[in-house]
């Protein structure tokens, strides 16, 4: 595939998830927050698609937009209360929450400056069309597959995940 | 001027898709192409539930405002178009107003990667079948932001069921897909293939329909998707989130007018793109029935075989290439007959002209089909259109036919029925697409 | 100009940082416990997005892998933590990180 006009939508997606996430950040009402998060997804999935990473995009998706966030939505509605939108937002360490992000963002941009010429271009050997045969052959090939273990101590995980989100969220264990 | 000309000229030799050659001229031309025939599309599928309701409950429909009511739908749009647009007090104005786009928005992106044809599709993306059902997800947050926005409870009490039925369905449509996935791995690479245009390539060089592969799995397969998919999209018999009887009308109560409109539109496109989805893994996509049969090899001069080298050339590709024409002038000869049929009173003249325009235009189109130039790019479109149309005649079929599923026996259904015989399915695919080698090659041996 | 138009690795990079700040600033001066779950999906995001663009500057797809491995972690997190969430509002009908101090003395 050949790209089109890409500097035009980097920077188009960039601008969308930053402005979402300073929303997320900044709304009172939590449903707000979800839908900017909700955007902030979906340009990431977009940005993975720039990446040429198509499966990476379409798992994101599926799982953080269509599932993660409709899960987000389901809880603010059932304990949405009135309460919490006429009160402050932020909390009461926020001046030190503030100058912690403050020097997290100072060593950012030391490591910006110092280390600006150590990424090279880089280029993707595996083409697009073929990306998720590519990504199956490095979890399951015979051969080649790496990361069979893990991904099925991620299905493990997932499954104590359910449980304990079930015992949690019962009324009467 | 002539580089511009010569841009928009450069695509019409390849043979991929727009998004796939880059070529951002004809992949816009193409989204408009589908915007406009889903659009068309829904205005026929308004007239035709009405119209086919009726005829199964013994009355006649709407027959008033068009000739045997053709012009209702554009009476309904305008109507809807022109109603008084109410937002309910306290309710959130932000995402009341969202609500309905994203719900639009995920049924329209869908269309992206559809195929009518080996390269009638926007584009062909790697992970055709895995972004589409990932975007038909998303119309879940629209409607649960929806019946959240509408402040009040039949809407979310309708908004919480649906997407819970939605979600629930949703894993039963998944399992289904994959184990059709499989099925596409049974080639000479081993490789499956999530691409949509690659399924059909993947029917075509199998030689049969994944609904007939591994009988009875492709089978049963298929009817759990054919299943979830009305569940999927709130359709009757699983339409208790919007049912009127029982809640007004679900999520979408405190919605007039235009966004009424859009809710109704996104319904009916994520009918036809599920019912894609169907034709498309199960149902062979834009082949002909029995794609691998060519018959007896036919020549008659101007007229057949197809300019394009590749095209097959046997007697039953003749055939099947004159249907798309048969099908138009099928239906022109049905206008005419009820032209003839119409009442013999004066008031009664402009509908009859309007009946015989209509059934002329029907005719002309069906006459432009059999141009062999027409007739070679038309028939891929036909075919994948004509499956689709028959699925949209089944859930039509199915409102009019069965009651309605209770709440708990709706989740009963999803969860307890739906999902364990997928999961068998999907392990029963596995292991014969796994055996069937060793198989052939034991019987070969015997043999 | 040319740094700016032509798109490189960096420019995820930064942008990877930017939301990791973004999200980090979430966690550590909202009030209200969603939002501070919903920035933690932010960080997890940025790390995400990090991943992805060194896969693709490697040009081996390890990082893509870790990625969906990172993405099932979060839904299995989110879970959980809306979970306890609903277990605490139960209890003490708030949603609020300031007054979740049962063990303060």
Redesign the interface.
Known sequence: MKPVATPFFFYLLAATMIIGGILVITRKNAVHSAMALITTLLAQAGLYLMLYAPFVAGVQIILYAGGIMVLFLFVIMLINIERTMKERQFNKQWLVGIAAAAALGGLFIAVYTKGKLLFPEGSSSYPEAQNTQAVAGLLFDRHTGMYMFPFEIASLLLLVAIIGAVVMAKKRI | MGALVQYIQSYLSSDLTPGAAGNWFWATVYVLLVFAGLSVAVICMNWLERKILAHMQVRLGPMRVGPHGLLQPIADALKLLLKEDIIPAEADAVVFWVAPFIVVLAAFTVFVVVPFGPTHAITDMNIGILFMLGVSSLSVLGIVTAGWASNSHYPLIGALRSSAQMVSYEVAMGLAVVSVILMTSLNAEGTGTLSMIGIVRAQQAQGTWFIFKFFPLGLVAFAIFAVAMIAETNRAPFDLPEAESELTAGFHTEYSGFRWSLFFLAEYSAMIAVSSIAVTLWLGGWLRPFPSLHGPEVAIPHVWPPVDPSASRGALDLVFALCPGIAFLFLAGMCLFNVVRMPKHPLFKIQTMGLAAFGAVLGLIGLVLFVPLVRDRVNDIFWFSAKVAAFMYLYIWYRGTFPRYRFDQLMKVGWKVLLPTGLAVLILTAATAFLEPSVEQWLRHIL | MDA????????????G??????????V?????V??V???I??IL?AV??NL??F????????G??F???V??????????G??????F??NK??????EINLLKW
């Not at chain 3, 809306?82 to 277990?87: D, E, S």
């Not at chain 3, 009908?93 to 300031?98: G, H, L, S």
């Open positions: 700016v138009l032509h798109i490189s690795t960096l420019h995820y990079l930064v942008l940082a930017a939301l990791f700040l973004l999200g980090v600033i979430g550590l001066t909202r009030r209200n969603i939002i779950l919903m920035s999906e932010l995001n995400n997005l992805v663009a896969s693709r500057m490697w040009g081996g797809l390890h893509q892998v990625a969906i491995f993405i099932t972690d979060a839904a299995a997190e989110a879970a959980v809306l979970g306890i969430l609903i277990a509002f139960r009908e708030t949603v609020n990180v300031d």
